[in-house]
Protein backbone atom coordinates (compact mmCIF):
# COMPACT_ATOMS: atom_id res chain seq x y z
CA UNK A 1 0.00 0.00 0.00
CA UNK A 2 2.41 2.21 0.77
CA UNK A 3 4.24 1.86 -2.72
CA UNK A 4 0.72 1.98 -4.43
CA UNK A 5 -0.89 4.96 -2.76
CA UNK A 6 2.06 7.94 -3.70
CA UNK A 7 1.21 7.13 -7.62
CA UNK A 8 -1.83 6.91 -7.23
CA UNK A 9 -2.09 10.33 -5.61
CA UNK A 10 0.04 11.40 -8.25
CA UNK A 11 -2.47 9.99 -10.88
CA UNK A 12 -4.99 11.79 -8.97
CA UNK A 13 -3.62 15.30 -8.56
CA UNK A 14 -3.07 14.72 -12.74
CA UNK A 15 -6.58 13.62 -13.23
CA UNK A 16 -8.14 16.98 -10.98
CA UNK A 17 -5.81 19.11 -13.03
CA UNK A 18 -6.69 18.10 -16.75
CA UNK A 19 -10.19 17.86 -15.51
CA UNK A 20 -10.28 22.01 -15.05
CA UNK A 21 -8.69 22.04 -18.40
CA UNK A 22 -11.29 19.96 -20.11
CA UNK A 23 -13.50 22.34 -18.76
CA UNK A 24 -12.01 25.30 -19.56
CA UNK A 25 -11.65 23.89 -23.88
CA UNK A 26 -15.18 22.55 -23.20
CA UNK A 27 -16.48 25.63 -21.67
CA UNK A 28 -14.64 28.28 -24.25
CA UNK A 29 -15.73 25.83 -27.24
CA UNK A 30 -19.51 25.60 -26.68
CA UNK A 31 -19.65 29.47 -25.31
CA UNK A 32 -21.18 31.18 -28.68
CA UNK A 33 -23.65 28.29 -29.39
CA UNK A 34 -24.84 27.90 -25.76
CA UNK A 35 -25.44 31.66 -25.77
CA UNK A 36 -27.41 31.76 -28.81
CA UNK A 37 -28.95 28.20 -28.05
CA UNK A 38 -29.39 26.77 -24.07
CA UNK A 39 -29.60 23.13 -25.99
CA UNK A 40 -26.00 23.62 -26.58
CA UNK A 41 -25.24 24.64 -22.92
CA UNK A 42 -26.24 21.15 -22.00
CA UNK A 43 -24.55 19.84 -24.65
CA UNK A 44 -21.12 21.05 -23.11
CA UNK A 45 -22.44 20.30 -19.67
CA UNK A 46 -22.75 16.60 -20.82
CA UNK A 47 -19.49 16.83 -22.92
CA UNK A 48 -18.07 17.43 -19.86
CA UNK A 49 -19.35 14.59 -17.64
CA UNK A 50 -18.12 12.56 -19.95
CA UNK A 51 -14.89 12.91 -20.52
CA UNK A 52 -14.42 13.39 -16.59
CA UNK A 53 -15.97 9.38 -16.95
CA UNK A 54 -13.25 8.61 -19.19
CA UNK A 55 -10.27 10.26 -18.07
CA UNK A 56 -11.28 8.56 -14.45
CA UNK A 57 -11.46 5.52 -15.19
CA UNK A 58 -8.03 5.73 -17.02
CA UNK A 59 -6.14 7.79 -14.70
CA UNK A 60 -7.58 6.88 -11.61
CA UNK A 61 -8.87 3.29 -12.06
CA UNK A 62 -11.81 4.25 -11.00
CA UNK A 63 -14.77 3.01 -12.73
CA UNK A 64 -18.67 4.55 -12.77
CA UNK A 65 -22.25 2.83 -12.88
CA UNK A 66 -25.60 4.59 -13.20
CA UNK A 67 -27.85 1.89 -11.93
CA UNK A 68 -31.81 1.88 -12.30
CA UNK A 69 -34.24 2.93 -14.81
CA UNK A 70 -33.08 6.61 -15.15
CA UNK A 71 -35.97 8.73 -15.44
CA UNK A 72 -36.90 10.45 -19.33
CA UNK A 73 -39.99 12.97 -18.16
CA UNK A 74 -39.83 16.26 -15.55
CA UNK A 75 -39.54 14.68 -12.56
CA UNK A 76 -37.81 15.87 -9.22
CA UNK A 77 -34.78 14.47 -8.76
CA UNK A 78 -33.64 14.35 -4.89
CA UNK A 79 -30.46 12.61 -4.23
CA UNK A 80 -27.71 11.62 -1.98
CA UNK A 81 -24.70 14.50 -1.93
CA UNK A 82 -20.97 12.64 -1.31
CA UNK A 83 -18.99 14.62 -3.75
CA UNK A 84 -18.49 16.29 -7.38
CA UNK A 85 -18.64 13.25 -8.73
CA UNK A 86 -22.19 12.48 -8.10
CA UNK A 87 -23.22 15.61 -10.03
CA UNK A 88 -21.19 14.17 -12.95
CA UNK A 89 -22.85 11.00 -13.04
CA UNK A 90 -26.54 12.41 -12.13
CA UNK A 91 -26.56 15.23 -14.69
CA UNK A 92 -24.58 12.68 -17.69
CA UNK A 93 -27.60 10.29 -17.15
CA UNK A 94 -30.34 12.46 -17.24
CA UNK A 95 -31.72 14.17 -20.59
CA UNK A 96 -31.86 17.84 -19.55
CA UNK A 97 -30.50 18.66 -15.69
CA UNK A 98 -30.77 21.48 -13.77
CA UNK A 99 -29.82 21.70 -9.78
CA UNK A 100 -30.98 23.67 -6.97
CA UNK A 101 -27.13 24.81 -6.29
CA UNK A 102 -25.79 27.21 -3.54
CA UNK A 103 -25.30 31.00 -4.48
CA UNK A 104 -21.51 31.14 -4.91
CA UNK A 105 -21.54 28.70 -7.76
CA UNK A 106 -22.54 31.29 -9.75
CA UNK A 107 -19.85 33.35 -9.33
CA UNK A 108 -17.76 30.10 -10.22
CA UNK A 109 -15.50 30.97 -13.92
CA UNK A 110 -17.52 28.82 -16.95
CA UNK A 111 -19.43 26.60 -14.46
CA UNK A 112 -21.31 29.22 -12.80
CA UNK A 113 -22.22 30.50 -16.33
CA UNK A 114 -23.17 27.51 -17.68
CA UNK A 115 -25.44 26.23 -14.53
CA UNK A 116 -27.57 29.32 -14.97
CA UNK A 117 -27.66 28.60 -18.55
CA UNK A 118 -28.83 25.29 -18.26
CA UNK A 119 -31.77 26.61 -15.93
CA UNK A 120 -29.93 25.66 -12.26
CA UNK A 121 -31.99 27.78 -9.63
CA UNK A 122 -29.37 29.42 -6.91
CA UNK A 123 -30.53 28.78 -3.09
CA UNK A 124 -28.40 31.23 -0.04
CA UNK A 125 -28.62 28.50 2.14
CA UNK A 126 -27.79 30.81 5.56
CA UNK A 127 -31.42 32.79 5.11
CA UNK A 128 -33.05 29.74 5.85
CA UNK A 129 -36.80 31.05 5.57
CA UNK A 130 -35.97 33.57 3.27
CA UNK A 131 -33.85 31.08 0.72
CA UNK A 132 -37.16 28.82 0.75
CA UNK A 133 -39.18 31.27 -0.64
CA UNK A 134 -36.77 32.59 -3.19
CA UNK A 135 -36.17 29.19 -4.15
CA UNK A 136 -39.62 28.09 -4.52
CA UNK A 137 -40.25 31.52 -6.97
CA UNK A 138 -37.35 30.97 -8.74
CA UNK A 139 -38.57 27.30 -9.74
CA UNK A 140 -41.66 28.46 -10.41
CA UNK A 141 -40.78 31.48 -12.62
CA UNK A 142 -38.13 28.89 -14.44
CA UNK A 143 -40.78 25.83 -14.71
CA UNK A 144 -41.15 26.98 -18.73
CA UNK A 145 -37.97 25.20 -18.94
CA UNK A 146 -38.22 21.58 -19.39
CA UNK A 147 -36.30 19.24 -17.76
CA UNK A 148 -35.56 17.00 -14.28
CA UNK A 149 -34.78 19.44 -11.37
CA UNK A 150 -31.98 17.92 -9.03
CA UNK A 151 -32.17 18.96 -5.36
CA UNK A 152 -30.01 17.52 -2.53
CA UNK A 153 -32.28 17.58 0.60
CA UNK A 154 -29.64 17.47 3.28
CA UNK A 155 -28.32 20.27 1.21
CA UNK A 156 -24.69 19.81 0.93
CA UNK A 157 -22.13 16.76 0.81
CA UNK A 158 -22.28 13.99 3.46
CA UNK A 159 -19.24 11.77 4.11
CA UNK A 160 -19.72 8.22 4.12
CA UNK A 161 -20.96 7.22 7.36
CA UNK A 162 -22.03 10.66 8.42
CA UNK A 163 -25.88 11.28 9.71
CA UNK A 164 -26.93 14.52 8.96
CA UNK A 165 -31.01 16.05 8.19
CA UNK A 166 -32.75 16.17 5.54
CA UNK A 167 -34.39 19.34 5.20
CA UNK A 168 -38.12 20.35 4.06
CA UNK A 169 -37.34 22.43 1.17
CA UNK A 170 -37.75 19.52 -0.48
CA UNK A 171 -40.89 18.44 0.36
CA UNK A 172 -42.42 22.14 -0.51
CA UNK A 173 -41.32 21.41 -4.14
CA UNK A 174 -42.72 17.88 -4.38
CA UNK A 175 -46.07 19.63 -3.77
CA UNK A 176 -45.30 23.09 -5.75
CA UNK A 177 -44.37 20.84 -8.48
CA UNK A 178 -47.02 18.06 -8.80
CA UNK A 179 -44.56 15.73 -10.01
CA UNK A 180 -43.32 12.83 -8.96
CA UNK A 181 -40.12 12.37 -6.92
CA UNK A 182 -36.85 9.96 -7.82
CA UNK A 183 -35.00 9.54 -4.85
CA UNK A 184 -31.25 8.72 -5.96
CA UNK A 185 -28.52 6.84 -3.79
CA UNK A 186 -24.86 6.51 -4.03
CA UNK A 187 -21.62 5.21 -2.45
CA UNK A 188 -19.23 7.54 -4.56
CA UNK A 189 -17.86 9.51 -1.42
CA UNK A 190 -15.76 5.93 -0.45
CA UNK A 191 -13.51 6.61 -3.32
CA UNK A 192 -13.79 10.64 -4.78
CA UNK A 193 -14.12 12.61 -1.12
CA UNK A 194 -15.30 15.35 0.12
CA UNK A 195 -12.25 17.19 0.66
CA UNK A 196 -8.74 16.11 -0.76
CA UNK A 197 -6.53 15.05 -3.95
CA UNK A 198 -6.34 10.82 -3.62
CA UNK A 199 -9.11 9.64 -6.13
CA UNK A 200 -9.14 5.38 -5.20
CA UNK A 201 -9.77 2.72 -7.67
CA UNK A 202 -12.96 0.85 -7.63
CA UNK A 203 -16.53 1.29 -9.24
CA UNK A 204 -18.62 4.45 -7.80
CA UNK A 205 -22.25 3.91 -8.18
CA UNK A 206 -25.06 5.78 -8.74
CA UNK A 207 -28.35 4.44 -8.41
CA UNK A 208 -32.23 5.68 -9.38
CA UNK A 209 -34.45 4.09 -7.58
CA UNK A 210 -38.62 4.00 -7.48
CA UNK A 211 -40.21 7.11 -7.90
CA UNK A 212 -42.03 8.08 -4.97
CA UNK A 213 -45.68 8.98 -6.80
CA UNK A 214 -47.25 12.99 -5.65
CA UNK A 215 -49.74 13.31 -3.34
CA UNK A 216 -48.30 12.32 0.02
CA UNK A 217 -48.44 14.84 2.65
CA UNK A 218 -44.39 16.65 3.85
CA UNK A 219 -44.47 14.05 6.79
CA UNK A 220 -44.88 11.06 5.04
CA UNK A 221 -43.03 12.05 1.96
CA UNK A 222 -39.81 13.04 3.82
CA UNK A 223 -40.29 9.97 5.78
CA UNK A 224 -40.27 7.63 2.85
CA UNK A 225 -37.59 9.59 0.85
CA UNK A 226 -34.54 9.82 3.68
CA UNK A 227 -35.89 6.02 4.24
CA UNK A 228 -35.17 5.19 0.70
CA UNK A 229 -31.82 7.34 0.30
CA UNK A 230 -30.39 6.03 3.21
CA UNK A 231 -31.12 2.07 2.65
CA UNK A 232 -30.43 2.17 -0.98
CA UNK A 233 -26.71 4.27 0.15
CA UNK A 234 -25.66 1.94 3.10
CA UNK A 235 -26.07 -1.21 0.54
CA UNK A 236 -24.06 0.23 -2.30
CA UNK A 237 -21.34 1.02 0.56
CA UNK A 238 -21.91 -2.22 2.24
CA UNK A 239 -21.39 -3.54 -1.18
CA UNK A 240 -18.39 -1.66 -1.88
CA UNK A 241 -17.05 -2.88 1.66
CA UNK A 242 -17.41 -6.67 0.70
Not at 1 to 23: D, E, G, K, N
Amino acid sequence: MRQILPLQWLLSLIFIVQMYLAMLVIGVVFLIPALLDRRHAHTACRSFCAWVRLSLGALCGLRTEVRGTVPQTEVLIAAKHQSFLDIILIFGAVPRGKFIMKKELVWAPILGWYAMRIGCVPVDRGKRGAAITRMMADVKSGASLPGQLIIYPQGTRVAPGVKAPYKVGTALLYQQLGQDCVPVATNVGLFWPKRGILRRPGNAVVEFLPAIAHGLDNAAFMQRLESAVETASDRLMAETAR
